[in-house]
């Protein structure tokens, strides 16, 4: 268990509205990182972060930003939300000096009508 | 860059038959590999990896999987099939030297029959 909740777990909105989504860990690992999850897709990088206040685009950053201003925070938010952004997302941490392997959380399911 | 293809969407095996999930990478480098098992409504959960080494890895719950560099994959295996190994299932890169970055398959539904 690597003591990672997400917040809220789901989440029903409308177009238009805009969103956050939080990742909370409890271990100050260093890497943090945010998927989307679509059918047919595997699961897809929007953002990451390698320390506060660093982060950078994953492949899908298009409408989604992120912030961590605490190393054990990090929130994805989506500034206007769209159908196409109707998902599933998990929110990952990876251990510094480790293989690359990635630690996931519970995910969040988002519907946008 | 690097990809990762996992070939059959869905697999269905019968309970107690063998279990082979394909995975195919192309990296540029010397890769690190993982297969992660997500059961319904959960998040993801790592299974087992290929650092460097031996290439036959074993992981948990009796999986198991092999690199093969001339090939370019890294299947999973499992003897005998249970009924708790259903979930969907997802082979992931990273280069060795990329800070931790994976790139994900498409996954693959493996549903066993009783």
């Known amino acids: 268990d690597a003591g990672i909740t997400q917040s809220p777990r789901h989440k029903v909105t409308e177009t238009g509205t805009p969103v956050t989504l939080r990742c909370h860990q409890t271990?100050?690992?260093?890497?943090m990182y945010w998927y989307r999850q679509d059918p047919g897709h595997g699961l897809r990088l929007i953002h990451y972060?390698?320390?506060?206040?660093?982060?950078d685009k994953g492949e899908v950053s298009d409408g989604y930003s992120v912030s961590r201003s605490k190393t054990e925070d990090f929130l994805l938010t989506l500034e206007s939300a769209t159908s196409s952004q109707t998902s599933v997302y998990f929110c990952?941490?990876?251990?510094?000096?480790?293989?690359?392997?990635?630690?996931f959380g519970p995910g969040t399911r988002l519907t946008v009508l | 860059a690097q990809s990762v293809t996992q070939l059959g969407s869905h697999v269905s095996v019968s309970e107690g038959a063998l279990v082979l999930l394909r995975c195919n990478y192309s990296?540029?480098?010397?890769?690190?590999l993982f297969w992660y098992v997500q059961y319904p409504n959960q998040g993801l959960q790592l299974l087992l990896k290929?650092?460097?080494?031996?290439?036959l890895v074993k992981g948990i719950n009796g999986f198991e999987a092999e690199f093969k560099k001339s090939e370019t994959s890294f299947h999973l295996t499992k003897p005998s099939a249970h009924m708790s190994d259903a979930a969907e299932y997802f082979c992931?890169?990273?280069?060795?030297?990329?800070?931790?970055?994976?790139?994900f398959g498409g996954g693959t539904r493996l549903m066993v029959k009783p």
């Open positions: 992931a890169v990273t280069p060795n030297n990329a800070g931790n970055m994976l790139t």
């Open positions: 990952a941490i990876s251990i510094s000096g480790g293989a690359g392997e990635q630690f």
């Open positions: 972060s390698y320390g506060v206040k660093d982060t």
């Open positions: 990296s540029s480098v010397p890769p690190y």
């Open positions: 271990e100050n690992h260093r890497y």
């Open positions: 290929y650092t460097t080494g031996a290439t």
